[in-house]
């Protein structure tokens, strides 16, 4: 059975960081592409950031870029969102998630299906 147990999150002044980690149970990580998303209350899962499964390639949402990073660490069995100068609008209930078909060439084409319990990102003004 595949389980993702994401961490890191909490309550943090706008323009602070955080880093969130997803370790993953029952599935070597190394051939699947990894991502992360973010909901709020209300709303609709949000893409936030994605890698590859070689760790070659990685996409993330405009709203993110040059602010969040995603990174992997195969040994690990671990993938990682770096949060930095947060901002109030990054509150969200984080989700990590791996690809449903190991090895596949594109990142845009991941089917994403096993999800993580979430990890609560809380930024104040």
């Known amino acids: 059975q595949v389980r993702l147990v994401e961490s890191g999150g909490g309550l943090v002044q706008a323009g602070g960081s955080l880093s969130l980690s997803c370790v993953v149970f029952g599935r070597t990580i190394r051939n699947y592409n990894m991502a992360w998303f973010r909901q709020t209350l209300g709303k609709e899962r949000e893409f936030v950031a994605a890698i590859s499964w070689g760790g070659d390639s990685t996409k993330h949402t405009d709203s993110v870029k040059g602010r969040f990073t995603i990174s992997r660490d195969n040994a690990k069995n671990t993938v990682y969102l770096q949060m930095n100068s947060l901002k109030p609008d990054d509150t969200a209930m984080y989700y990590c998630?791996?690809?449903?078909?190991?090895?596949?060439?594109?990142?845009?084409?991941?089917?994403?299906?096993?999800w993580g319990q979430g990890t609560d990102v809380i930024v104040s003004s």
């Open positions: 998630t791996t690809d449903l078909v190991a090895n596949r060439g594109r990142l845009a084409e991941a089917e994403y299906y096993y």
